[in-house]
């Protein structure tokens, strides 16, 4: 009886038009209103919604940074209280001296200013989308700060920033997964 409803559910799901797959990401890109259209100024949001696990104890991300492509222009960072942000362009150029990318980082003042696991939380940044209508890839890097290990703090990291579609396997410290993108049109 079970199987049936279960199956019933999938079809009728299906038939909808709506999809059953895994999460992508588990950092996000919000607009909430805002412009995707390229040439336009916008401003655009980073969902988080975890912190990193280590032996099974979860810890909360003290540090959060984003690549953003100069074809989102030269990002403003938003405030956020206990946080301190920086804007750093690559050491890359294009033929007109553009950096190539810009990292914006949010670092934690504080421990206590940790954003707890499972807390959702939005990192915001004014952009302005290059003229050209294309996909924009963020890759996003969370790093939270585990047990002390020789004597300092073991760094833990969440590293969204495949952008061709393949997996990468985690390791002891980092989990790999999609970088967040937006499309402009």
Known sequence: MKRKILTVMVVSALAMGVSVSPASAHVSVQLKGYSD???????????LGHGCTYKAIKYGTSIFSVKVPASAGKPTPEFHQGFKSTVIPSATVDVAGTPDFYTVTWTARSRYWAIDDGTFYDFGMKVTWNK????????TTQTCFG????????????RWIITDGSTK??????EFGPAPSITTK
Do not use: C, H, Y
């Open 37 to 47: 259209l390229a040439g336009a100024s916008s401003r655009i949001w980073m969902s």
């Open 132 to 139: 050209v209508a294309q996909k924009i890839n963020l890759e």
């Open 147 to 158: 047990p002390i290990v020789a004597g300092a703090k073991k760094p833990l990291f969440l």
């Open 169 to 174: 396997a985690a390791t002891e410290d980092s």
